[in-house]
């Protein structure tokens, strides 16, 4: 097992304080990584608390990432506490549910900001400094909507596609640099960002009929996968959509 040790790496989560990127935090230091969290505010440090309980070194920055110039504070300041970056989860993101022709500009650009221009911005910043080491793995979060339409999200399924293919350009170029960059889709999880749908028994039915897995997703099912993702046993994976869905793309 030891292809997945962790021991020694340095993993930078974006949106790692709470829902997925918790689970994918505490799972990559369960593993042996450090941590560092990026949360858009510092209210929760109950995964703080829970890595340093696990013996890891843990930093927890506040950032809006939305704004170019924390992006680039973040990375800074990572890599002065750590020395290194060795594993990119870009997941933070937000969601903005109303149709299409109500859905304003405000909204869309507050979440391609997000979701696909700080993802691209922050993979670049890391990605030049796995370029000088020679190695690094970036894992970035897709979306069922990296494939399918969705209903009343218009800029959120734009940019999970806009991560799906960001990812596959960026392992194009950077695979035979010794950097493996891939994506996790997770399918419909119990979060935050899902408890609209989970309050309304209608839709929440029609979801759990057509998951063969017949439960919504919980932030530990990501644990496994992006630890593979971040280690060695990953090393020849390169530019692949992992989808974490309890077999919804299969239905």
């Known amino acids: 097992m030891s292809q997945f040790d962790l021991t020694g790496k ?26 560092a969290l990026v949360a ?54 937000i969601i903005r ?24 911005l922050l993979s670049q910043l890391v990605g030049r ?10 894992i970035n979060i897709a979306s069922m909507l990296s494939y399918q339409g969705g209903i009343n999200v218009p800029g959120y399924t ?10 596959k350009a960026l392992a194009n170029e950077w695979a035979e640099k010794g950097i493996q960059v891939n994506a996790i889709a997770p399918g419909y999880m ?13 839709r929440s039915e029609q979801i759990l009929e057509r ?3 017949g439960r919504w997703g919980a932030p530990e099912d990501l644990a496994g996968p992006v630890v593979f993702l971040a280690s060695r046993a990953g090393d020849y994976v390169n530019g692949h959509i992992l989808n974490v869905d309890g077999g919804w793309m299969s239905r």
């Open 97 to 120: 549910r109303t149709p299409a022709a109500e859905h304003s500009r405000e909204d869309w650009n507050a979440v391609i900001n997000l979701n696909l221009n700080s993802v691209y």
């Open 211 to 213: 998951i063969p897995a």
């Open 158 to 167: 734009a940019s999970k596609h806009g991560i799906a293919g960001l990812t």
């Open 40 to 93: 858009f505010n510092n209210k929760n440090m109950e995964t703080k608390e829970e890595i340093e309980a696990l013996g890891r070194k843990v930093l927890q920055i506040q950032a809006d990432l939305s704004e170019e110039n924390s992006c680039e504070e973040v990375v800074k300041q990572v890599s002065e506490a750590f020395g290194k970056i060795d594993i990119l989860v870009n997941n933070a993101g």
């Open 129 to 138: 400094e796995m370029i000088k080491q020679g190695s690094g793995k970036i």
């Open 190 to 202: 119990a979060t935050a960002n899902t408890k609209q749908l989970r309050e309304d028994s209608k």
């Open 10 to 35: 340095t993993a930078l989560v974006t949106g790692g304080a709470s829902g997925l990127g918790r689970g994918m935090a505490l799972g990559l230091a369960k593993a042996g990584a450090d941590i």
